[in-house]
């Protein structure tokens, strides 16, 4: 007799209750083994791919690519004994609360989790069975419009970076095709959406990415009293030393840039001021310092702003550094990063420059304390011994958590990266 399991959403070691349904690797009748990868999600930190605990027969997929469903919800339905006699599994009654086994490969912990209480409407806990159990009915879109694309499409849409919600589809039905999402990647006008008829407005759900960064700026925004500085200097030292480095062996192949120095820069400045790289803790009391930097770097991708972050960028040469910065901006672009490299940062860094932005005033990421924004380096008249000339100029401001950094140690701190970008031979000193 066959022997069927469900697979529920489980948290993903992240302390999450929801995820948005990418894409399937899978389809019914598929033959599927131990920690096979089965489906892609997409919680409020990054893109996660699945791997099923068992091997079997897929027999039932319960939701569809764009739908949200809630932790614990059973998505796939697998016959872990294909070769017993064809027989119906008996319907379960899902019991109130039971513990609830992560995934293989996020740990051994047990977890326990419950719904979000929905409007009117009592909290109830949630379990994650591997028992027989009654199929769900498919979880329905929450707050708007959700694209109509098979998984295929939704592949080829963030491979070429394209977002669904800005099409409509051509199929019947109004499905996107691959037809259509190439149209939009080469430029092609593109119709967006429309709710309701006759209307002009359009609704997309604020959900993963866009939902972690605004409730992350709130909190930060409502609970660290944020100070701004700001300092322009002459950088082009450090423009004709990057030149230097290009041409050198020992950089070889290395793509070194403006953020490559600022990254060093705050390394270095953050040992004479310790203060931009501690954290309050409230429910502590305490100032926690730290003796390393994790090093957050702001990256616009096609699914949101994200900040990955570089471990231990402290211990790094400027070399190091370069190929580090590299690695991390091409995999938040794949929208590969993990949410393990986007957690426990100790300073950010982020870049409004390549929009071609001369300053900003950036919100400080939730547990640091500092964040230092780059504007776009120009072509300015500066004083150069009593002579106006033409040079390489740079904007910086600084963020920073006034109940832990004062107006001296924060000075101190962006005057020092400054001096380290204004002439890159100021780091011999330090």
């Known amino acids: 007799m066959p022997t069927y399991k469900q697979f529920p959403l489980a948290d993903t070691a992240e302390g999450l209750t929801e995820a948005d349904i990418l894409s399937w690797h899978v389809k019914p009748g598929d033959t599927v083994t131990v920690n096979q990868i089965v489906v892609e999600i997409e919680t409020a930190k990054a893109a996660v791919e699945l791997p ?43 019991p109130a609360e039971e513990e609830m086994k992560p995934l293989v490969g996020y740990g051994s912990k047990t977890v326990v989790t419950q719904r979000r209480a929905r409007k009117g409407a009592e909290p109830v806990p949630v379990a994650a069975v591997a028992t027989p159990a009654v199929t769900p009915a498919p979880v329905a879109p929450r707050g708007g419009y959700v694209p109509l694309a098979k998984p295929p499409v939704r592949k080829l849409a963030k491979d070429l970076g394209v977002d669904l919600h800005s099409l409509t589809g051509s199929a019947d039905g109004g499905v996107i095709t691959r037809e259509d999402v190439e149209r939009a990647a080469n430029g092609t006008p593109v119709i967006t959406p429309v709710v309701d008829s006759g209307s002009r407005e359009r609704r997309v759900p604020i959900k993963g990415v866009r939902k972690m960064t605004a409730a ?20 082009t030292p450090m423009m004709e030393f990057r030149e230097k480095l290009k041409k050198s062996r020992e950089f070889a192949g290395v793509k070194v840039t403006p953020l490559t120095f600022a990254a060093k820069a705050v390394c270095l400045a953050a040992k004479r001021t310790p203060d931009v790289n501690a954290v309050w803790d409230e429910q502590a009391q305490e100032i926690v310092y730290k003796d ?32 580090a910065l590299t690695t991390l901006t091409d995999v938040a672009r794949e929208g590969k990063t993990s949410p393990a490299d986007m957690a426990n940062g100790t300073f950010t860094i982020t870049n409004v420059g390549v929009f071609g932005v001369d300053t900003g ?5 939730p547990g640091e304390s500092a964040i230092l924004c780059l504007g776009a380096i120009k072509d300015q008249p500066w004083v150069v011994d ?8 740079l904007q910086l401001s600084l963020s920073f958590d006034h109940r832990v950094v004062d107006g001296q140690q924060g000075s101190e701190f962006l005057a020092d990266v400054g001096a380290l970008l204004a002439d890159p031979a100021m780091a011999m000193t330090y």
Do not use: C
């Open 361 to 365: 005033t950036p919100i400080i990421n």
């Open 292 to 323: 390393y930097v994790h090093l957050g770097i702001a990256a616009a991708t096609p699914r949101g702003l994200i900040v990955p972050k570089v471990r231990d960028a402290d211990s790094m040469s400027l070399k190091e550094l370069a190929q």
């Open 386 to 393: 009593g002579e106006i000339k033409v040079r390489k100029v």
């Open 52 to 94: 099923i605990p068992w091997a079997g027969v897929v027999t039932e997929l319960h939701v569809e690519p764009g739908q949200t469903v809630e932790v614990g919800t059973p998505i796939l339905t697998i016959d872990v004994d294909p070769g017993g006699a064809s027989a119906t599994p008996e319907p379960a009654v899902e």
């Open 216 to 235: 992350a700026m709130v909190q930060s925004a409502y609970t660290a009293p944020h100070v701004t500085e700001f300092l322009t200097i002459d950088v």
